[in-house]
């Protein structure tokens, strides 16, 4: 069972005017600032911005389904070129925070594994904390590669310049596996220049003669 939630935390939800009669709906809209960490390595919601959310509550027979749109910024970089990357997020979650008593009446009729793969969340004095279910909904809705546009050319390979500076960047790549031909090839032309400049030499000495 989770720990108690802590009421002075924004993301805690009271429920106590829904009461335990299934059918009762309430609407909330909320404004929060947003957790550290709310997001992956390249790009995420910074931690202290608005988070703006809608959020309909609803009471049924096994606790409180809560149904909710998350609405916030995003900062983070592109995996191509490193610059930064700013988007609006919004994304859609439903969650069911079960009532302590109601889960052990029905915990047995689930099979051990359905526990082991889906964390359950509960209802707490009344109370319910959304910040686990917001995490899991903004990071599933996360670009993995953020990109600063979708046909951004990245960064050079061999340098590291910005390719979007300077488009006719290239470098004069030479094949590793040639190198060591190429180099003996010129050795073999330079001797053989020098054989035929030696002939020639011996040439006009006998004319000479």
């Not at 390595?41 to 909710?68: K, Q």
């Not at 060591?180 to 054989?195: E, F, P």
Request: glycine share 8%.
């Amino acid at each position: 069972m989770n720990a108690r939630p802590d009421h002075r935390n924004p993301l805690v939800f009271d429920t106590h005017e829904l009461g335990r009669r299934p059918g009762a709906m309430q609407r909330l809209s909320r404004s929060v600032e947003a957790p550290a960490d709310l997001g992956i390595e390249v790009i995420g919601v910074p931690a202290g911005a608005t988070v703006e959310l809608d959020l309909r509550l609803e009471s049924v027979m096994e606790g409180v389904l809560v149904t909710g749109t998350a609405r916030a910024p995003l900062s983070g970089e592109c995996v191509r070129c490193l610059e930064p990357v700013e988007r609006e997020l919004e994304t859609d979650f439903q969650e069911m925070f079960s009532y302590p008593d109601a889960d052990s009446r029905t915990r047995h009729e689930a099979e051990p594994e359905d526990d082991a793969e889906e964390e359950t969340f509960f209802v707490e004095d009344g109370l319910i904390d959304l910040e686990p279910v917001l995490r899991d909904a903004v990071v599933l809705a996360l670009p993995l590669q953020p990109v600063c546009r979708e046909d951004c050319p990245g960064l050079c390979p061999q340098c590291g310049a910005r390719l979007e500076d300077d488009p006719d960047h290239h470098h004069d790549a030479v094949d590793i596996r040639w190198a060591a031909l190429q180099g003996l090839a010129d050795t073999v032309k330079g001797g053989g220049k020098d054989n035929v400049s030696g002939a020639e030499a011996g040439a006009d000495e006998k004319q000479e003669k």
